[in-house]
Nanobody
Framework: EVQLVESGGGLVQAGGSLRLSCAAS????????LGWFRQAPGKEREGVSC????????YYADSVKGRFTISSDNAKNTVYLQMNSLKPEDTAVYYC????????????????????????WGQGTLVTVSS
């Protein structure tokens, strides 16, 4: 079965850090682009970051640029999101997603296309940042 499983969410104070992990099974990252999305209560889902594992190209939303870092370990079929200098507005359920179309993932993270129709989604992990 093709699936993604996120982990690493939790409670953290503003200014703290968390590292989210997204473990893939049933496919290899080399053939897919991976993205992180988040949805805060009562707000629209937004793209956070994405990576094309084949060449390591990355993209970050302006809201997280300079604070978050996406990376991948192709040998482990795992993508990470290192989140530093967390703010209360970062509170959200964070989802990872994968799609063989790198352009699809990038466009979805950038907000230029819908994202829920991406091929594979994780279950989400909750990040709560207290002020």
């Amino acid at each position: 079965e093709v699936q993604l499983v996120e982990s690493g969410g939790g409670l953290v104070q503003a200014g703290g850090s968390l590292r989210l992990s997204c473990a893939a099974s049933g496919f290899t990252f080399h053939d897919y682009a991976l993205g992180w999305f988040r949805q805060a209560p009562g707000k629209e889902r937004e793209g956070v970051s994405c990576i094309t594992s084949s060449d390591g190209s990355t993209y970050y939303a302006d809201s997280v640029k300079g604070r978050f870092t996406i990376s991948s370990d192709n040998a482990k079929n795992t993508v990470y999101l290192q989140m530093n200098s967390l703010k209360p507005e970062d509170t959200a359920v964070y989802y990872c997603a994968a799609d063989p179309g790198w352009d699809v993932i990038w466009a979805a993270v950038a907000g230029n296309r819908p994202s829920w129709d991406l091929e594979v989604w994780g279950q989400g992990t909750l990040v709560t940042v207290s002020s």
